[in-house]
């Protein structure tokens, strides 16, 4: 019998976790990426070869979108593609911080069917499938319900909070951070925040698991123009993320200043 794609991403992920935490992050090998694109160490590009080999060999007709691959236009003729983060939050990462992950998921005709985020050190894997619903380790997770911006705890960065993003300045709401992307996603899915905004744009791979754990979740998961996000497109940026409980979502996007 297959392997089903969530499980095939669950084993990987957790592969993922073994080689990179098998390096020590102070002292890995690491570099900085051309046009300030952020570093890169020798584990990212370790844990990298072994999803490519492990999950191209388990489905070799799925399409590649990676963060430490070279890109190319073959997946866009692709009807399903894989996209991976080897790791969302490589500074996190090289501080010897526990808050970076593994962000793998895969798209069909631009939709997440699977989607799997694992933090190796704090042994939590955010799990999700198309209609199969979200969990953590394998608990069912279930966004906010909170109502009101003056009640919720919103992921953001500090530059989020600058009054020009938002109708009448302060939105309001208390400010939290984590530093990846895919984790900010999972702790929306989990209910532990009411939501995150990202208006910067925003890569695909450290996007794509973590909305279908939030939307699996009953949250919403959208561009900051409220628009529907679709993956594997030809330029894998999205429009700036906001992902929250329906209520909190919605009082998002009507406090944000659309420029």
Not at 3 to 17: E, N, P, Q, S
Not at 230 to 257: C, E, Q, T
């Amino acid at each position: 019998m297959p392997v089903r794609d969530l499980d095939l991403l669950i084993d990987c992920a957790r592969k993922a976790g073994q080689i990179a935490t098998s390096y020590a992050g102070q002292t890995a090998q690491r570099w900085d990426k051309p046009d300030d694109a952020g570093p890169v160490t020798e584990a990212d590009l370790a844990v990298n070869a072994m999803m490519h080999e492990t999950l191209t060999a388990a489905r070799p007709d799925y399409g590649w979108l990676s963060e430490e691959s070279e890109d190319g236009t073959g997946r866009l003729d692709q009807s399903q593609v894989f996209i991976v983060d080897p790791i969302d939050g490589t500074r996190s990462f090289i501080e010897g911080a526990d808050t970076w992950s593994h962000s793998l998921a895969i798209a069909r005709n631009g939709e997440i069917t699977a989607a799997v985020v694992f933090l190796p050190k704090l042994d939590r894997l955010y799990a999700a499938s198309l209609g199969g619903g979200a969990t953590l380790n394998e608990q069912p997770i279930i966004a906010s319900q909170t109502q009101g911006l003056e009640n919720a705890t919103i992921l953001a960065t500090k530059p989020v909070m600058a009054e020009q993003h938002w109708i009448a300045g302060d939105p309001g709401f208390k400010r939290a951070h984590r530093p990846s992307l895919a984790y900010r996603l999972g702790l929306v899915g989990q209910g532990r925040f009411d939501g995150m905004v990202t208006l910067r744009k925003s890569w695909e791979w450290d996007i794509a698991a973590g909305a279908l754990i939030v939307t699996e979740a009953g949250g919403h998961c959208t561009d900051k123009s409220g628009a529907s996000l679709r993956f594997n497109n030809p330029d894998p940026r999205l429009n700036g993320v906001l992902a929250a409980g329906a209520s909190i979502h919605a009082d998002l996007l009507a406090s944000l200043a659309q420029t």
